[in-house]
């Protein structure tokens, strides 16, 4: 046989396996309104921006520097601050999570900031049963703080300044919005989904109706049938993918810094191992259900939890650090935050998709063998 | 009618008990999450690699840099040789955050002006790199105050405390625990009612129980009971495990968690019969349950914060059963919520199981006849 003869194999199975796409309305909700909504959910549900952090307030004493305090804390733009006469009033607040912290200016503020040896103290309470807020609730008083003490030090010349002053700069995402980097990481879950999780189902499905040893029967190859899953699932992905591209840069103007055919590369190259891990998944399960709560585990939950795009990776622990380094993902997300935020690091772009295309390489090699076992 | 129902409820959990594949979703599944959750999802901010340039030459910036070295926050440090090396190390993400000491550095300090210090850090990890800056400001505070005591130059005169309530180390697995409590018991309450029927659908008994003298009432009764049952099983294994084996403080009262567990679960419930009498086959009724579960579980507060997401949908979210338990939940665990706390976030599930639950009612009737 040529290689003609192949290559119109191929095509003829392309055709088909486009066919059952368009036809069957499960995948088109996967592979365009599923993107849609989890990139609408990334885009505006899931934000780490506290913008408008609730605390309460409470001022024993009525002295001018308490009350200045008080005025520099309310007119942040980052707090929403309720004011209550003692602790126990907003200890009710605190309990039911309406407020997320209380600042107290103790009864003996002003006069122990006037004298020398000892320091006004300002208590800060936060709610420890979200540590993350409680955390960002800690930073952003200690930085309201800071700018009334530099007031303080404009309006009248006070004793001891900080003798450090602190200049932070935030490369890459100036105004600090999380959606810049969160929407760039759920790509990444999105495209495994459509690359695991439909093509799992898909020929899963196949090989429970018999359709696949049907396909087998017929002088197709095994190289030509794999090929043959692989192109229509892939351009289906990237079309979903170039769509999720669109989607967060127009409508949640994400700057994109980077190339977009560059981006587009190392998409590829995810998707080609994400779809591979699929076809192998199908193959081994020929079975739809197995195959859904297979590609979940091992797609789609490692993409959302290990891959980095919410959850710091040094901040696990040490065994769990050592399993992120083989999934795909990590490599993905770290790809897409850069391209995205930064532009075309090339080293680390490179380095990373050299991972990827090694594990789908090896998916490749695993996914062949398995396959050809299966026809004798 | 009782006895009917009772002969339901048995045929059911044998169904679900007997079945190995079935039986093995409902166990190993939820463990496995609640470990690997409980420690790998978290916004902790731990074992950060930071960089230092360090231009001066003096004693001060050798004692920060100390203090920096010795945080347990930061162990990975690493020296820069130049400017020209920041944008790289950054860039690729060897570093979150940059620390860069002028010349003027130690000069300054002994001399009782102000130094300055640059921190560069990762925007692409806005939230990390926060609470990085938090601990950094903290430390630099610290140190500046320590410097002026030991140089006799006037102190600062007042000073921040920070005290965290509830959970005064802010450990990240406290807060996960509870909260997954609630997220697995709707993963598998959903996953057994929405796939009962389905199930019983694509293998045609369903047909066999329709011929039978049951009423339909009694048969969704039949599907619910199992349904609920199973949910508190799974409740109560998370529960015990974060008390026995996280050793997650439980300070409330056991019997208000299980009176909202339980009014959680009908909610679920609802949603799941619901599903389950919309969709035909087990793959829609699987497809169906992921579409709920996305959105309930990252829109509940255990993601990200309610309050961060826009006004319009908080408001949408107020039909979501999970964020009122997962309040109940972890306030129960580590505030010791009072009653009428508990109750005010009670009443809107038992709104949502009341309307869920009827309308599977409605769906299922229509349905049958």
Same mark, same amino acid.
């Given at each position: 046989?040529?290689?003609?003869?192949?290559?119109?194999?191929?095509?003829?199975?392309?055709?088909?396996?486009?066919?059952?796409?368009?036809?069957?309305?499960?995948?088109?909700?996967?592979?365009?309104?599923?993107?849609?909504?989890?990139?609408?959910?990334?885009?505006?549900?899931?934000?780490?921006?506290?913008?408008?952090?609730?605390?309460?307030?409470?001022?024993?004493?009525?002295?001018?520097?308490?009350?200045?305090?008080?005025?520099?804390?309310?007119?942040?733009?980052?707090?929403?601050?309720?004011?209550?006469?003692?602790?126990?009033?907003?200890?009710?607040?605190?309990?039911?999570?309406?407020?997320?912290?209380?600042?107290?200016?103790?009864?003996?503020?002003?006069?122990?900031?006037?004298?020398?040896?000892?320091?006004?103290?300002?208590?800060?309470?936060?709610?420890?049963?979200?540590?993350?807020?409680?955390?960002?609730?800690?930073?952003?008083?200690?930085?309201?703080?800071?700018?009334?003490?530099?007031?303080?030090?404009?309006?009248?010349?006070?004793?001891?300044?900080?003798?450090?002053?602190?200049?932070?700069?935030?490369?890459?995402?100036?105004?600090?919005?999380?959606?810049?980097?969160?929407?760039?990481?759920?790509?990444?879950?999105?495209?495994?989904?459509?690359?695991?999780?439909?093509?799992?189902?898909?020929?899963?499905?196949?090989?429970?109706?018999?359709?696949?040893?049907?396909?087998?029967?017929?002088?197709?190859?095994?190289?030509?049938?794999?090929?043959?899953?692989?192109?229509?699932?892939?351009?289906?992905?990237?079309?979903?993918?170039?769509?999720?591209?669109?989607?967060?840069?127009?409508?949640?103007?994400?700057?994109?810094?980077?190339?977009?055919?560059?981006?587009?590369?190392?998409?590829?190259?995810?998707?080609?191992?994400?779809?591979?891990?699929?076809?192998?998944?199908?193959?081994?399960?020929?079975?739809?259900?197995?195959?859904?709560?297979?590609?979940?585990?091992?797609?789609?939950?490692?993409?959302?939890?290990?891959?980095?795009?919410?959850?710091?990776?040094?901040?696990?622990?040490?065994?769990?650090?050592?399993?992120?380094?083989?999934?795909?993902?990590?490599?993905?997300?770290?790809?897409?935050?850069?391209?995205?935020?930064?532009?075309?690091?090339?080293?680390?772009?490179?380095?990373?998709?050299?991972?990827?295309?090694?594990?789908?390489?090896?998916?490749?090699?695993?996914?062949?063998?398995?396959?050809?076992?299966?026809?004798? | 009618?009782?006895?009917?129902?009772?002969?339901?409820?048995?045929?059911?959990?044998?169904?679900?008990?007997?079945?190995?594949?079935?039986?093995?979703? !409902?166990?190993?599944?939820?463990?496995?999450?609640?470990?690997?959750?409980?420690?790998?999802?978290?916004?902790?901010?731990?074992?950060?690699?930071?960089?230092?340039?360090?231009?001066?030459?003096?004693?001060?910036?050798?004692?920060?840099?100390?203090? %920096?070295?010795?945080?347990?926050? +930061?162990?990975?440090?690493?020296?820069?040789?130049?400017?020209?090396?920041?944008?790289?190390?950054?860039?690729?993400?060897?570093?979150?955050?940059?620390?860069?000491?002028?010349?003027?550095?130690?000069?300054?300090?002994?001399?009782?002006?102000?130094?300055?210090?640059?921190?560069?850090?990762?925007?692409?990890?806005?939230?990390?790199?926060?609470?990085?800056?938090?601990?950094?400001?903290?430390?630099?505070?610290?140190?500046?105050?320590? +410097?002026?005591?030991?140089?006799?130059?006037?102190?600062?005169?007042?000073?921040?405390?920070?005290?965290?309530?509830?959970?005064?180390?802010?450990?990240?697995?406290?807060?996960?625990?509870?909260?997954?409590?609630?997220?697995?018991?709707?993963?598998?309450?959903?996953?057994?009612?929405?796939?009962?029927?389905?199930?019983?659908?694509?293998?045609?008994?369903?047909?066999?129980?329709?011929?039978?003298?049951?009423?339909?009432?009694?048969?969704?009764?039949?599907?619910?009971?199992?349904?609920?049952?199973?949910?508190?099983?799974?409740?109560?294994?998370?529960?015990?495990?974060?008390?026995?084996? %996280?050793?997650?403080? %439980?300070?409330?009262?056991?019997?208000? !968690?299980?009176?909202?567990?339980?009014?959680?679960?009908?909610?679920?419930?609802?949603?799941?019969? %619901?599903?389950?009498?919309?969709?035909?086959?087990?793959?829609?009724?699987?497809?169906?349950?992921?579409?709920?579960?996305?959105?309930?579980?990252?829109?509940?507060?255990?993601?990200?914060?309610?309050?961060?997401?826009?006004?319009?949908?908080?408001?949408?979210?107020?039909?979501?059963?999970?964020?009122? +338990?997962?309040?109940?939940?972890?306030?129960?665990?580590?505030?010791?919520?009072?009653?009428?706390?508990?109750?005010?976030?009670?009443?809107?599930?038992? !709104?949502?199981?009341?309307?869920?639950?009827?309308?599977?009612?409605?769906?299922?009737?229509?349905?049958?006849?």
């Amino acid at each position: 046989m040529t290689d003609k003869g192949g290559l119109r194999r191929v095509k003829a199975l392309i055709i088909k396996e486009f066919f059952q796409i368009i036809r069957d309305p499960s995948s088109i909700l996967i592979s365009i309104l599923l993107p849609l909504v989890l990139l609408f959910l990334y885009g505006f549900g899931v934000s780490l921006d506290l913008n408008h952090l609730r605390l309460g307030l409470v001022l024993e004493e009525n002295t001018v520097d308490a009350v200045s305090f008080a005025e520099s804390l309310s007119n942040s733009p980052f707090f929403e601050v309720r004011r209550g006469s003692d602790r126990r009033e907003l200890e009710d607040l605190i309990l039911a999570g309406k407020i997320r912290g209380i600042v107290v200016v103790p009864s003996y503020f002003s006069a122990f900031k006037k004298r020398q040896d000892n320091i006004a103290p300002i208590q800060v309470i936060a709610d420890g049963s979200e540590p993350n807020t409680a955390a960002f609730v800690q930073n952003y008083v200690l930085g309201a703080w800071g700018k009334w003490l530099l007031q303080e030090k404009i309006n009248q010349n006070l004793r001891g300044l900080p003798l450090v002053s602190v200049q932070p700069r935030f490369w890459y995402n100036e105004e600090l919005v999380s959606r810049n980097f969160l929407v760039p990481g759920s790509l990444a879950i999105i495209m495994t989904l459509i690359g695991t999780l439909l093509t799992a189902l898909v020929v899963a499905r196949e090989w429970e109706r018999g359709t696949m040893e049907a396909l087998m029967a017929t002088p197709v190859r095994i190289y030509e049938l794999l090929i043959g899953k692989l192109i229509p699932y892939f351009l289906l992905g990237m079309f979903s993918m170039t769509m999720c591209v669109m989607v967060a840069v127009f409508i949640y103007s994400v700057p994109l810094r980077g190339s977009f055919w560059l981006l587009g590369l190392v998409s590829s190259a995810f998707l080609f191992t994400a779809t591979l891990l699929g076809l192998l998944i199908s193959t081994l399960s020929r079975n739809q259900f197995v195959a859904a709560q297979a590609s979940i585990v091992t797609g789609f939950l490692p993409a959302f939890i290990l891959s980095g795009f919410i959850f710091e990776i040094s901040s696990m622990p040490l065994p769990i650090q050592f399993v992120t380094y083989v999934i795909p993902a990590r490599y993905f997300v770290s790809c897409l935050q850069t391209l995205f935020l930064v532009g075309n690091v090339w080293p680390l772009v490179l380095s990373n998709t050299m991972y990827i295309l090694t594990f789908g390489l090896i998916l490749l090699v695993i996914t062949a063998y398995n396959t050809v076992k299966r026809l004798d | 009618m009782f006895s009917r129902v009772y002969a339901i409820i048995i045929k059911e959990i044998l169904a679900i008990w007997r079945d190995k594949k079935s039986r093995a979703v !409902l166990i190993i599944p939820p463990l496995i999450q609640l470990f690997v959750f409980a420690f790998a999802a978290t916004l902790d901010v731990k074992n950060v690699s930071i960089a230092i340039l360090n231009r001066d030459m003096g004693k001060a910036s050798f004692e920060l840099i100390q203090r %920096f070295k010795g945080a347990p926050t +930061f162990n990975h440090v690493r020296y820069l040789e130049g400017v020209n090396e920041i944008a790289p190390t950054i860039d690729q993400q060897q570093a979150v955050m940059v620390i860069h000491i002028d010349e003027q550095f130690s000069r300054n300090l002994y001399a009782g002006k102000e130094a300055t210090l640059q921190l560069i850090l990762d925007g692409r990890k806005s939230n990390s790199a926060q609470i990085v800056q938090g601990y950094a400001l903290t430390l630099i505070d610290q140190f500046s105050r320590d +410097f002026a005591h030991e140089q006799g130059f006037p102190v600062q005169p007042t000073m921040l405390i920070g005290r965290n309530w509830y959970n005064p180390n802010l450990l990240y697995y406290w807060f996960n625990v509870p909260n997954l409590c609630g997220v697995l018991t709707m993963l598998v309450c959903l996953i057994v009612t929405a796939l009962s029927v389905a199930r019983e659908r694509e293998l045609g008994t369903f047909d066999q129980l329709l011929v039978s003298p049951v009423q339909p009432f009694e048969i969704l009764l039949g599907k619910t009971i199992p349904a609920i049952i199973i949910s508190l099983i799974e409740g109560t294994i998370i529960i015990v495990a974060a008390i026995f084996f %996280f050793q997650i403080p %439980f300070t409330g009262s056991l019997l208000l !968690l299980y009176l909202s567990l339980f009014v959680f679960i009908c909610s679920i419930v609802g949603v799941g019969l %619901f599903l389950s009498a919309l969709c035909k086959t087990q793959q829609q009724a699987i497809l169906g349950s992921f579409v709920f579960m996305s959105p309930a579980i990252l829109l509940s507060g255990y993601a990200t914060p309610i309050e961060n997401m826009p006004p319009w949908l908080q408001t949408v979210d107020l039909i979501n059963p999970l964020r009122y +338990f997962l309040v109940i939940v972890k306030g129960i665990f580590l505030k010791d919520m009072p009653a009428h706390l508990v109750f005010a976030n009670t009443w809107p599930m038992a !709104l949502i199981a009341a309307f869920t639950l009827t309308g599977a009612n409605w769906f299922f009737r229509r349905k049958l006849e």
